[in-house]
């Protein structure tokens, strides 16, 4: 009995991938770096910040002083210490927003860390701290 049609393209289409499968597993062996040297494999980075194969000229060196170098966060300069805004939040659990008056940006703020009771749309003074969540104010006070 004779194969059918869709049979025959099956099984043409089956020897097809095999070919191609092998094909790829050949162009693999020919490509990898398995046999070459560590010195074959290492890339520098130039001036410029691009990938090159030669090894920087040693005579271009730039000494860098230990000391100068600074690990973590830049500094935060400092910028006016008491700041003053109103107080536009607040909750009964203590915690609310003053909105600065000059960049009319909105700090939070917990009442502990009040000088004396403050309400909704008192004029404050107050000193910004970071904390791990964002800038907090602190040492509010009540301008009167």
Not at 6 to 18: A, G, I, P, R
Not at 27 to 37: F, M, P, V
Not at 70 to 79: C, F, N, R, W
Request: charged share 35%; net charge positive; with cysteine.
């Amino acid at each position: 009995m004779a194969d059918s049609f869709s049979k025959k393209e099956n099984f043409k289409k089956k020897l097809q991938k095999q070919k191609e499968k092998t094909a790829r597993r050949e162009e693999r062996k020919d490509s990898n770096d398995k046999g070459k040297t560590l010195d074959d494999m290492i890339m520098y980075v130039d001036h410029n910040g691009q990938l090159t194969s030669t090894p920087p000229d040693k005579n271009d060196r730039i000494d860098v002083d230990i000391n100068s170098i600074q690990l973590g966060a830049t500094p935060i300069e400092a910028e006016e210490v008491v700041k003053s805004g109103t107080v536009t939040f607040l909750s009964e659990k203590g915690y609310g927003f003053i909105t600065q008056e000059k960049s009319s940006e909105n700090i939070f703020f917990h009442s502990n860390n009040c000088v004396e009771p403050v309400k909704k749309g008192h004029k404050v003074s107050f000193e910004i701290e970071r904390s791990p969540k964002g800038l907090v104010a602190v040492d509010i006070k009540v301008i009167r």
